[in-house]
């Protein structure tokens, strides 16, 4: 399985751009690049995937590098809701979502 | 509307007592998944089912196990309780191991 490094916190202002990036650099070549985040008292929320070209969604964006050793996710404005711990996970073709420490996001009004 | 419905939010049993944790969906997903979440950490898988195949992961203690009835339902069952089993237990589903996976919000259980 592949080893995740992401930062422990980071801060944004409200309606900044924000960049979370993970270190993924055991990655195989077969892994998928999945992002969840998990608010205070909820359940972790599926954010966006990849596996080699950049991708959007309404929620985000993600950019992978060339070499796949690392990601960033991608948060265009952010706001108070996004406030959050965003997990970075690898994934093979297997069920299993493995979480590392992630990043928890604070967001300034 | 919540997709993946976990009852009830907050659960209290005494040490030792059995219990039982239950998880519904309304996606018809094949995979249901069980994560043990302990305070300040991440979740971790305790096991997951494929339609009825029931996947354990090497390190689930004994204590815990699932069932299956049906495609929507699933329950987490815990033997006897010990206070370092204080966690918040978390049903996801997805519709293929490798597709995103939907989280319930979880049931908390607290061990007296």
């Known amino acids: 399985d592949a080893k995740t490094t992401q930062p422990n916190s980071m801060e944004s202002n409200e309606e900044e751009p924000v960049h979370l990036p993970c270190n993924h650099s055991?990655?195989?070549?077969?892994?998928?690049i999945h992002w969840y985040r998990q608010l205070p008292s909820q359940g972790p929320e599926y954010v966006i995937h990849g596996l080699t070209s950049n991708v959007n969604n309404r929620m985000a964006s993600l950019a992978i590098a060339e070499d796949r050793k690392s990601s960033t996710l991608i948060l265009h404005r952010a706001t108070l809701r996004d406030a959050a711990v965003y997990y970075c996970i690898p994934q093979a073709s297997s069920y299993k979502l493995i979480f590392g420490s992630g990043t928890r996001l604070l967001v300034r009004p | 509307d919540a997709m993946v419905i976990q009852n009830p939010r907050y659960q209290v049993t005494q040490f030792g007592k059995p219990v039982t944790l239950s998880c519904s969906q309304t996606?018809?997903?094949?995979?249901m998944y069980w994560y043990q979440q302990k305070s300040s950490q991440a979740p971790k898988l305790l096991f997951h089912y494929y339609d009825k195949d029931f996947n354990n992961e090497a390190d689930t203690p004994d204590n815990f196990q699932s069932r299956r009835p049906n495609t929507s339902f699933c329950f987490l069952d815990i033997r006897s309780p010990g206070l370092g089993d204080a966690a918040m237990y978390l049903c996801?589903?997805?519709?293929?191991?490798?597709?995103?996976?939907?989280f319930g919000d979880g049931t908390r259980l607290s061990i007296l």
């Open positions: 055991t990655i195989s070549g077969t892994d998928y």
């Open positions: 996606l018809n997903h094949n995979v």
């Open positions: 996801a589903v997805s519709s293929e191991g490798n597709q995103p996976q939907h």
